[in-house]
Nanobody, 120 residues
Framework: QVQLVESGGGLVQPGGSLRLSCAAP????????MGWYRQAPGKQRDLVAV???????NYAGSVKGRFSISRDNAKNTVYLQMNSLKPEDTAVYYC??????????????WGQGTLVTVSS
């Protein structure tokens, strides 16, 4: 079974930092976009940040300037560095990856989710 493995969530005070990691299994054809989504209680799952295989990034407006997404293609791993955290960043964070099964067909993979709680 192909799955993503997340780590790095936890409890942090407002203004603090956390780093999330997500490892994907190796694909013979590579991985397209990798990203992070989050879901707060009672709300829908929203995009936080995404990074393409070439390094192109896109961020939700609410996290621009505070969060940074990066990836290590050799390790099939994506990271989310979260700085200046706010209570409204509290959510379950999910990793996502477009895992290629052929040159132009992919499986959309999700991580199990990791809880980030920002509270004093």
């Amino acid at each position: 079974q192909v799955q993503l493995v997340e780590s790095g969530g936890g409890l942090v005070q407002p203004g603090g930092s956390l780093r999330l990691s997500c490892a994907a299994p190796k694909s013979s054809f590579g991985i397209n976009d990798m990203g992070w989504y989050r879901q707060a209680p009672g709300k829908q799952r929203d995009l936080v940040a995404v990074i393409g295989s070439g390094g192109r990034t896109n961020y939700a407006g609410s996290v621009k300037g505070r969060f940074s997404i990066s990836r290590d293609n050799a390790k099939n791993t994506v990271y989310l560095q979260m700085n200046s955290l706010k209570p409204e960043d509290t959510a379950v964070y999910y990793c996502n990856a477009e895992w290629l099964v052929t040159e132009n067909k992919y499986l959309e993979l999700w991580g199990q989710g990791t809880l980030v709680t920002v509270s004093s």
